[in-house]
């Protein structure tokens, strides 16, 4: 897993499994993104494995984002990923945070 840390504003690049062993640690890595206003965009085009504990941190990452006020847009959400968000009904969730 590869984090790029700073503040809450920017693209934040995510690389790695986020699978059920490493979620927790992404989490705890990125949670300080969180605060304040502006921008954030998490790329995940190197994200090499995703299971549902993944699906389950973006969805923590939009309310951590909401409740901060901070806007957040994901870009190169892998293909397991999207297939993991139609199949649980999430595409109008998510839908404004990837751009549509």
């Known amino acids: 897993m590869s984090i790029v840390a700073g503040g809450s504003t920017g693209t934040r690049p995510i690389s790695g499994p986020l699978v059920f062993d490493s979620v927790p640690d992404v989490y705890a890595a990125t949670k300080d993104w969180f ?29 951590l984002a909401h409740a901060s006020g901070l806007t957040l847009g994901f870009v190169n959400i892998p293909a397991r990923m999207q297939v993991l968000i139609s199949v649980n009904g999430l595409q109008a969730a ?3 945070a990837t751009g549509g």
């Open 35 to 63: 605060t304040g206003t502006g921008e954030l965009v998490i790329d995940l085009a190197a994200v090499t494995q995703v299971d549902s504990a993944g699906l389950g941190l973006v969805i923590e990452w939009l309310r």
């Open 94 to 96: 998510l839908s404004a």
